[in-house]
């Protein structure tokens, strides 16, 4: 089984930052391309960021520039997603997630899991 936890979300001001965090944690083998999502209210989920097992980034011409996302070095299970300058437009339930190649019953397996979220509110 493989869980994913995020972590750093909160109320902030116009302008400010936060750093989200990402953890994969079970009976991981390799944990290849990491991602995080956000959902804003009475919108459909959008792709923010993300980043392979190589470290290659890709991000959403709308967060360019203010957000980048890096993964531990020591840790390639850990994925963080730093955002500078936020605005009200970034308010938004913001998820990651994993493709993780983990064991079950003695068997590699290859899959995708996404964690709870955690709530990024910026006030104007």
């Known amino acids: 089984q493989v869980q994913l936890a995020e972590s750093g979300g909160g109320l902030v001001q116009t302008g400010e930052s936060l750093k989200l965090s990402c953890a994969a944690s079970g009976s991981i083998l390799r944990v290849n391309a990491m991602g995080w999502y956000r959902q804003a209210p009475g919108k459909q989920r959008e792709l923010v960021a993300t980043i392979s097992s190589g470290s290659t980034t890709n991000y959403a011409d709308s967060v360019k520039g203010r957000f980048t996302v890096s993964r531990d070095n020591a840790k390639n299970t850990v994925v963080y997603l730093q955002i500078n300058s936020l605005k009200p437009e970034d308010t938004a339930v913001y998820s990651c997630?994993?493709?993780?190649?983990?064991?079950?019953?003695?068997?590699?397996?290859?899959?995708?899991?996404w964690g709870q979220g955690t709530q990024v509110t910026v006030s104007s």
């Open positions: 997630n994993a493709d993780v190649t983990y064991w079950r019953g003695g068997a590699l397996v290859r899959n995708t899991y």
